[in-house]
Structures are given as structure tokens and as C-alpha cells.
């Protein structure tokens, strides 16, 4: 029983995907831990970047509204009057309404809710003409340490009302006279401190990770509630001012009495402030858990599964599929005769497998129908598309030898249009006799001898034709239409360029082949569309040939149709340089019946 497939089968199948299997589950389970975390680090990392883009985008243009304030024209003559002494009192009333009324401007037209008011210690604030500033915090820390960006506090001098009721954050920058370049106070820009509360309170890592903005001296910068997060908050501030100095931004790992916390930030040297986040680590990787075991359980349940199907797919199929394997061999070969003796014996309603065998078999001998049928389909395939290359030409020059006929009865030539219908006649019984697909190179000659006759009538002196003509070759058959094309474009192509066209026609038995040579001085084909065409009719793209238009159908037409005849026995050769002509040699081998 050991040694029976069905039990190697089994061993083998045990081996070999049972240990990788498994190896490969926990392989993925590590691996896909290590990428969900790298992804939510990065996704909390990029979480912070656009609450810190955010926070830039606003300060930038604080501090544009500042500049600007401090190079207006009303600002400007607002601090000329504070420096002159001797300025008159309503000079200076009517320029702080002057003042007031530009930044109130601002106030109106700016969707964050900005406001401004200058300060000086003569005049106090531009709306109160309080003092009481000077006791404040931000200004401490403006007058001693220079810090331009203040924290959360609420400002009485504001002309609007709501604000002064609510807390804002303000960007201070002196106030100076620019033609003297003295310093009479200060400007301060207030924005609401909620424009960045609201946004940075939106963000939560985990179930009760937050983040905060802070200034170096660890103050909450919008006025915060850090709650029972402070000292992990410090203990953060304080690593990434010693250890991480260096960095704008990272993740530090943090363990306080027994919890491992991770902090997070990202710094704003502009306003020497700080982006900390803070969240328990397992709360932050709680889904990497719940996903690797419940990879684990489902890879589990699959592998069962896997084992269950494979013991029972195994048992009793390999003998039917042996015997047909032998049988797709002798099909590969296209032995089908062979391939029918060699198919397993079912009963009919056996199994699956017996349904297999009897289809594969019908497939056989369907196949080897087909495969006869489509011979038959491609040869009638083949002749028609020569008919249809061959009837592509008549149209075209039935059309044009009936406009010369029809200009020399215009000029009452009678003689001549008798010539040319008789002419044309001996064209036409020639074209319509489609019963003969090869004719004789004398045939094709005289054909072209009439045609030529017709052009002459045309074209008159512009046209010089020669034909050097072999007389081994004569009796040789070519495919039937194949110089006419060549000649008619060598004769348009060539007037195009000079308005003379001189053309050649040889024919030629060299080396058992016969060779057909068109030459014109026309105006050349290029580098690009010779290669193309060649690609072609090398490809035997027959269906793009049928479909094609403009300069070169005629010469498609020709190549196709010998491709058609001669299949890979074909040469030829295309010599043509824009501007010096054309010559176009078919070397075709020898059919004489």
C-alpha cells in the first residue's frame, strides 16, 4: 500500500508543501507585521507633517500680513507722527483712525479670523491706549528673549470684541520708521488660537494617543490639556532635546512603569516650536495582532483544506491521465490515428475522468478535421485575396484611360480616339479574363504597349518610355498584372518632379530567374517608406496591403500579389533616393506552364 502513487503522492505532497507551508506562514506573518508597522509609523508620521504644513501655511501668512503692514504708506505716516514732536493732536487722532481703519481691513477680509494692533509705551495699544500690556507674559518674553511667537493668552486690545473674549496666538515684529529706521513699538498680529486647537485635537493615534504643540520650554503653545500625559509628554521632550538634537523628526521609544509609550515629533525651527504625539505602543499596533492571528487562523484552515482535497483528487486518476499523456504525445506530433489507440478504456458514466477521456478523444478527431478544414479555408483564402489584389487595379486605370479618351473627343481628334478605344478594348478583353491568374511575359508586354499608347496620347513629348525586352523570357508565366502598377506610378511620380518623365521596362532570364526591372527619374520614395514597405511584404501583411491608400497602393498591390504567388521564393529589390528617382527589380523564379 506504501508503495502505491496515491501514498507517494501523499508523502511527497506532505514534504514538500506542508513544511514550506507552514514556514512560509510564519514568515509572512513576521513580514507583514514589520510592513503594517513600518506603515503606521509612516502613517502617523505623515499625519503630523500635514498638521505641521498646515500650522507653516498659517504662519506664513502671518507673517506676510505683518510685512505688509509694516511697509503700507498709512502705517508709515502713523510712525513718522509718533517720532515728530511736533505734530499736532488732530493730525495724530486722524491718523490712528487712518490706522485703525487699515488694519480693520484686514480684519474683515481674512477668513481665519486675524486682527492687529500696534503698540507704543507713549500711546499703549493703537485700541485701548492701555499700558497694562507690559505686565503680560508675552511681552516679557518678547522684551527679554526676543520670541516673536507667543503662546495661547486672550488680548484686550483687539477692535473686534469676540476675540478679545477668546484666546489667540500672536506674531510680534518691531514697529520702525523705514526712512529713519528708529523703532517706536511694536506690531502684533493675532490669530485664534481654535484655527490649530481644533485641528490638532482632530488627530488621535490609537484609543488615547494625542498630540501637542510646544514650545522649546515644553509650555503648550495653544493652551493644551495635557491630562495624565505630562510626564510622558517631558520625558519625550527632554530625549529629543539631548538625544534626537539633531533630527527635525522621529519616533522615540519610551517606557514608564511598565508601559512602552511611542512619541513622535516634528519640529518648527522657524517658530522654535514642536509637534509631539504620544500613544501606547500596543494600542498603536493592536491591529497588527488582531491580523496576524487571524492570518494564522485562516492560513491554518486552507492548509487543511489543501491536504483533505489533494488525498482525494490523487486517488484513482493517475492511471487515466498516464494513458493520456502518452496519447497528447503522438497529438503533439499530429498522429492522431495513434492518439485515438492509445486512449484509456472508461466505462461511460465512470467518473470525471472517464468524461475527460471521451472529450479528449472527440477533441482528436475534431482537432484533426479542423486542422484539414482550415488547409482548404486558407487556400480559398489565398485565392481570393489575389482577386481581390487583382480587381483593386482595374478600377484605376479603366478610370484614367477614360478621361484621355474623353479629352481627345473634346478636341475632335476621331482618328485617335478610334486608336485609343481600340486600345482600350484589347486592355479590357485582357483585364476581364479572369479565368488565367499567370500569363505569358509576352501578354503582359503587349498589355503594357497599348497602355503606354493611351499615356503617350496624354502626355505627349513629357513621356519617354523604352522597353528591352529578352526574347528567352517571353514565354515564361508571371502573375498576371504585375508591371502596369509599377509603370503607372513611375509615370505620375515622375511628371511630379520635372514635368518629363523618362521610364524603362526590362525584362531579363539571368541565372534561371527572370528579372523585371522598372526604373523612373520621379521624385524618389524615402529611406523610412521603402523600409516599410519591405517590412510588409516580408510579414506577407496581406490584409493591410488590401486596405491601403495613397503613394505607394500600386506598389503594395505588386509586392502583395507576387508574395501571394511565389511565397517565400520571391526577391526583389528597391532602389529609390528622394529627388534622383526610383527602380524597382522583381527576381522571380521560373514558371513556364
Known amino acids: 500500500m506504501f508503495y502505491s502513487l496515491r501514498s507517494r503522492l501523499m508523502l511527497i505532497f506532505s514534504v514538500l508543501l506542508i513544511v514550506p507551508f507552514t514556514a512560509g506562514i510564519f514568515i509572512l506573518s513576521n513580514e507583514s507585521g514589520k510592513l503594517l508597522q513600518r506603515q503606521i509609523e509612516t502613517s502617523t508620521t505623515q499625519t503630523i507633517d500635514q498638521f505641521a504644513s498646515h500650522v507653516a501655511t498659517l504662519l506664513k501668512q502671518v507673517e506676510d500680513i505683518g510685512t505688509q503692514v509694516m511697509s503700507n504708506r498709512t502705517t508709515q505716516e502713523w510712525t513718522a507722527m509718533q517720532l515728530n514732536a511736533d505734530t499736532t493732536q488732530a493730525d495724530r ?290 485565392n481570393a485575396e489575389y482577386k481581390a489584389l487583382l480587381l483593386q487595379i482595374n478600377p484605376h486605370f479603366y478610370n484614367n484611360t477614360l478621361e484621355i479618351i474623353s479629352g481627345l473627343a473634346a478636341m475632335k481628334r476621331e482618328d485617335l480616339v478610334m486608336d485609343a478605344t481600340e486600345a482600350l478594348g484589347k486592355m479590357m478583353r485582357y483585364s476581364l479574363n479572369l479565368n488565367n491568374d499567370l500569363v505569358r511575359v509576352k501578354e503582359e508586354t503587349d498589355y503594357l504597349r497599348d497602355y503606354l499608347f493611351i499615356l503617350k496620347l496624354r502626355y505627349g513629348d513629357k513621356l519617354t518610355v523604352t522597353m528591352e525586352e529578352d526574347p528567352a523570357a517571353d514565354r515564361l508565366r508571371i502573375p498576371k498584372f504585375i508591371l502596369q502598377p509599377l509603370i503607372e506610378n513611375a509615370v505620375k511620380y515622375s511628371l511630379e518632379k520635372d514635368g518629363a518623365a523618362v521610364v524603362s521596362v526590362t525584362t531579363a532570364l539571368e541565372d534561371d530567374r527572370l528579372r523585371l526591372t522598372v526604373r523612373d527619374n520621379g521624385i524618389g520614395m524615402s529611406a523610412e517608406l521603402v523600409r516599410d514597405l519591405m517590412a510588409e511584404v516580408r510579414a506577407s501583411e496581406s490584409a493591410s496591403i488590401l486596405n491601403s491608400e495613397g503613394y505607394s497602393i500600386g506598389l503594395r498591390n505588386v509586392l502583395s500579389r507576387c508574395r501571394l504567388s511565389y511565397g517565400d521564393s520571391l526577391r526583389f529589390q528597391l532602389d529609390s533616393k528622394p529627388g534622383e528617382g526610383t527602380a524597382m527589380t522583381l527576381d522571380l523564379p521560373i514558371v513556364r506552364g
Open 93 to 382: 487722532v486722524l491718523a490712528k483712525q487712518r490706522m485703525r481703519e487699515f488694519f480693520s481691513s484686514y480684519a474683515v477680509n481674512n477668513s481665519n479670523g486675524i486682527t492687529i494692533s500696534a503698540f507704543t509705551e507713549r500711546t499703549g495699544g493703537l485700541w485701548t491706549q492701555d499700558n497694562s500690556y507690559l505686565l503680560s507674559e508675552w511681552y516679557s518674553q518678547y522684551k527679554q528673549k526676543n520670541i516673536r511667537w507667543t503662546n495661547a493668552h486672550k488680548d484686550p486690545d483687539q477692535a473686534d470684541l469676540i476675540m478679545t473674549a477668546r484666546e489667540v496666538n500672536s506674531f510680534l515684529l518691531p514697529l520702525v520708521n523705514l526712512q529713519s529706521l528708529r523703532e517706536v513699538g511694536f506690531v502684533k498680529i493675532n490669530y485664534p488660537t481654535d484655527v490649530l486647537k481644533d485641528a490638532i485635537e482632530k488627530i488621535r493615534f490609537g484609543e488615547t494617543g494625542r498630540v501637542f504643540l510646544l514650545s522649546l520650554e515644553g509650555k503648550s503653545v495653544l493652551g493644551q490639556d495635557f491630562g495624565g500625559n505630562r510626564e510622558i509628554v517631558q520625558s519625550g521632550l527632554a530625549s529629543i532635546q539631548t538625544q534626537y538634537s539633531e533630527q527635525t523628526s522621529g519616533i522615540i521609544p519610551i517606557q514608564r512603569e511598565g508601559v512602552r509609550y511611542l512619541v513622535f515629533f516634528r519640529k518648527l525651527p522657524d517658530q522654535d516650536w514642536m509637534i509631539v504625539g504620544e500613544v501606547p505602543k500596543v494600542e498603536l499596533y493592536r491591529q497588527i495582532g488582531n491580523i496576524r492571528q487571524t492570518l494564522l487562523l485562516v492560513s491554518a484552515a486552507l492548509l487543511l483544506v489543501v491536504v483533505i482535497v489533494a488525498f482525494w483528487i490523487s486517488s484513482g486518476i493517475t492511471k487515466p491521465l498516464s494513458a493520456m499523456a502518452r496519447a497528447m504525445k503522438h497529438v503533439e506530433r499530429g498522429e492522431f490515428g495513434a492518439a485515438v489507440k492509445m486512449m484509456p478504456r472508461v466505462r461511460r458514466g465512470h467518473s470525471e475522468v472517464g468524461f475527460v477521456t471521451r472529450v479528449f478523444e472527440r477533441m482528436t478527431d475534431r482537432l484533426r478535421y479542423l486542422i484539414e478544414t482550415e488547409f482548404e479555408t486558407n487556400m480559398r483564402r489565398k
